[in-house]
Each structure stands twice: as structure tokens, then as C-alpha cells.
């Protein structure tokens, strides 16, 4: 077998091989022989067809599929042999032997590119750090009350907090457009849910009034076809409720699963799940921050059949969720919309495969342990979690990778600068990253 390698634009190489007539040959050989003993064949006995009736019939057919095995055989054995490693699936053109009756193909694919880690000593990263604290508890169990706030129909006029059940039709230049009616929709007021003036040209209303306003819709609204322009909404309330937010009383506490129905063992429940929460968000957002260093200290070449074939899965995975949520799944969503997303995904993957080479990174068998008990803690039964991650190997993976990532994040921290800066929790649990 002879091989050769031409280089193409960016990491595009061309391998080019060549085997020799007598592989050919034998491989066709073996398949024509074997096919002999089974081919049937009108005036022939099972068996007895001559070989060169059967290479007339067959011959082409025969070394198609020669060709095809060949190939298959021996693309990956070239490829390792000049110590390339394809990034996506070659495409292969056919060519003119250098043997009369050889085979000579050209194999086109990307390379996965070599990746040498930078030395990230003068990278900086800032990692925020939080605590909860009583008023962030305070705060917490308000949201808890909110959840559970009732909503009592009232004989007066709408305030801001109220919510105001109506009918409405919106025109334009007189015109009714589409979507801008609905019927018996609630409409918390102050929420901010509407365009300006729509809610505070409700305030005072009572059940039974009818109003008409006059707004206009943000020169950035989502809908193009109505951004920037003048529309008026006829609107019929029904019905104007107040919201009251229960007491914290035994009740309330022991519907959240705290036995002795007391305020203070509610707010070490609520105290234990915020610290959790924090941890989590904080161990997120260092994490991000991390993989942004190593992004930007280690610019490589990102193939793009990787990204390609990334970006797809994205794509199956996102029609999967759609699918479990009974969202319809009859939507064909261009993988390029996922193609930014999935080159980070990429980029990160092959500087984070080298960094786990070449500091012999394995899954701490502890770690794995304290992570899945970390996971499982939010469930109703630990135990039942635990031992389910413990024993399906597939499962197990997914954990024993997030522990590898920490240990890169870990390593990451152990090489940057890393300056602190404290934040409020509530900063913390809004933070975007």
C-alpha cells in the first residue's frame, strides 16, 4: 500500500493511496469463489456455475463491493500511518491506480488539529463569592407566600398589584390586526407584561367598565409588522381581583414539609436549600469563567465537520425536550442556529481532552460518590437516586464527566490569578453567565 498526503486550505488534507493489483485481485477473487457456491443460475447446478460465466454476470457488481471493503479496510490504516486523525466522515473519490488493476483513491477530510496548552499564568479570572443571610431568607419565604397568594374578587376600582380579568380588541388605523384580540385574559397590574399604557390605563377600573386606550408599540417590538406604530385597544373588564398572601403560620409551614409547623424550622429549611442553591450557582459561574480563559488563551483551528455534527446533536436534543414538554416536534429547526454554540462546545472539548492527557486527569472514585449524594439531595429519596447512578454505567458516565470538568476548573483556578469579589446573594441567583 503505497500513501501520500497533500495539504488543503485550513486543516483540509488529501490522502491519496494506492494498493497494489494482486490485494485486488484476491479480494475479488475470494469474493467471486465464494459467491459460486451459492449463485443459482438457469442450465446450472447449484454450485456448478463456471467461474467465468460468473465473473461475465458478476464481475462489476463484484468489484464494486471489492472496492467498498477495500477502502473500508484501509482509510484508517493510512490515515494512523501518517498520523492523521480525521475529524468527520472523508469523502472519497476514486482515481487511477498507480498499478494497472490496483485501486486508487483520494480520501478528503479535516484533521482533528493538535492542540498545545498555553501557559495561563498572566490570565486572570474573577470569582464572586456570597453568603445568605437573614434578609435574603426573609426574601425567600416572601416569594414562598407569593407562590401561594389567593386572589379574592373586589367591588372597587383596579390598583397596581390587582388582577384585572378582561376582554380586548386592538385596531390599527381602524383595522383589526392579528393576535391583538383575546377574551377573559388576567392581567396583573404593574407587572410590566403589556406594552407601555396598556396597565396603567387600567388602573381605577371596576368590573363592568369599558375603556379605550391609546398606545403605542415599541419601535423594537418582536412583531415587526406592528413595531413603532399607534394602536388602539377597546377593552371590557370583568371581573378586578386583590391579591392576599397567607400568614406564616403552622399551616403554611407544614405544607412545605417541615413537621413541627414552627417559623424557625422553616427557615433552616429554606436557609439549607439557599446555601445549596448559592454553591451551585457560584461552582456554575467560575466554571463559565474558567472555560472563557481557556477559549480565549488557546485560539485553535475548530473543524468544521466537528461543528457540524455538534451542532446537529444540539438540534436532536433540543426536538427531543420539545417533544418530552408535548411541544410539537413537526418544527425543522436550522442547525445553524445552534453552530456558535456548538464551535465553543468543540473549542472547548479539544482543549480540555489535552489538558486531561497531559495532567493524567482521572474521575476520583470519591468525588464521583460526594457528587451524586450532592445531586440527590434535592430529591424526595437520596438513597433511591444514589444507588441509581452507582449502578447504571451509562448514568455514571454523565457524573464521572462533570467530575472530570471540576478537576479541569480546579486546575484552571491553580494557574490564573484569581481575584474575589463579593456579591449579594440575590446578584448571585440573577447573574447571566
Known amino acids: 500500500m503505497q500513501v501520500s498526503v497533500e495539504s488543503g486550505e485550513g486543516l483540509e488534507r488529501r490522502l491519496l493511496v494506492d ?6 485481485s484476491a479480494e475479488m477473487d475470494k469474493k467471486l469463489k465464494d459467491l459460486a457456491r451459492h449463485v443459482r443460475l438457469d442450465g446450472f447446478r447449484p454450485g456448478k456455475v463456471p467461474m467465468r460465466t460468473i465473473r461475465q454476470r458478476f464481475g462489476e457488481q463484484v468489484r464494486q463491493e471489492t472496492y467498498g471493503n477495500l477502502i473500508q479496510e484501509t482509510l484508517y490504516e493510512a490515515a494512523s500511518q501518517e498520523k492523521l486523525m480525521p475529524a468527520g466522515e472523508p ?56 407562590q401561594r397568594t389567593e386572589w379574592n374578587d373586589v367591588d372597587r376600582g383596579a390598583n397596581d398589584g390587582d388582577t384585572v380579568h378582561m ?37 381605577g377600573a ?10 403605542t408599540f415599541p419601535e423594537d417590538y418582536r412583531a415587526e409588522n406592528l413595531a413603532g406604530k399607534p394602536a388602539i385597544f377597546e377593552v371590557k373588564v370583568l371581573k378586578v381581583a386583590e391579591p392576599k398572601m397567607p400568614e406564616v403560620d403552622e399551616d403554611f409551614v407544614k405544607a412545605f414539609g417541615i413537621e413541627d409547623g ?25 466554571k463559565e469563567r474558567a472555560m472563557d480563559v481557556l477559549v480565549a488563551a488557546n485560539p485553535i483551528d475548530i ?28 418544527i425543522d429547526l436550522p442547525a445553524s442556529m445552534f453552530e456558535e454554540q456548538a464551535r465553543r462546545r468543540v473549542h472547548l472539548g479539544l482543549v480540555i481532552s489535552e489538558i486531561m492527557r497531559e495532567q493524567q486527569l482521572e474521575a476520583d472514585e470519591e468525588k464521583v460518590r460526594t457528587t451524586i449524594a450532592e445531586f440527590a439531595e434535592s430529591y424526595e429519596n437520596p438513597q433511591e437516586v444514589i444507588d441509581y447512578y452507582l449502578q447504571d454505567k451509562q448514568a455514571r458516565a454523565s457524573i464521572e464527566n462533570v467530575v472530570l470538568e471540576n478537576e479541569v476548573v480546579d486546575w484552571v483556578l491553580a494557574q490564573v490569578q484569581v481575584n474575589e469579589e463579593s456579591k449579594a446573594f440575590s446578584e448571585v441567583m440573577d447573574n447571566k453567565d
Open 19 to 24: 494498493l497494489p493489483a494482486d490485494r485486488v
Open 303 to 330: 473543524p468544521k465537520a466537528m461543528v457540524n455534527q455538534e451542532a446537529e446533536r444540539m438540534k436532536q436534543q433540543m426536538v427531543q425536550d420539545m417533544q418530552q414538554r408535548g411541544q410539537s416536534s413537526g
Open 91 to 146: 469523502k472519497i473519490e476514486l482515481r487511477d491506480a498507480a498499478e494497472e488493476g490496483g485501486l486508487g483513491y483520494t480520501a478528503v477530510f479535516e484533521v482533528v488539529p493538535e492542540v498545545k496548552v498555553a501557559d495561563l499564568s498572566e490570565q486572570s479570572l474573577t470569582r464572586p463569592v456570597a453568603e445568605v443571610t437573614e434578609t435574603d431568607i426573609d426574601e425567600m419565604i416572601d416569594k414562598l407566600r407569593k
Open 167 to 203: 376582554d380586548f380588541k386592538g385596531m390599527i388605523d381602524g383595522e383589526v390586526f392579528e393576535g391583538g384580540s383575546a377574551e377573559n385574559v388576567p392581567l396583573i397590574l404593574g407587572s410590566g407584561s403589556m406594552i407601555e399604557g396598556f396597565e396603567s390605563g387600567l388602573l
Open 206 to 215: 371596576k368590573a363592568g367598565d369599558e375603556r379605550t386606550l391609546e398606545v
Open 262 to 286: 414552627t417559623l424557625e424550622g422553616l427557615r433552616a429549611d429554606v436557609e439549607k436549600n439557599m446555601r445549596h442553591e448559592l454553591k451551585q450557582k457560584l461552582d456554575s459561574i467560575v
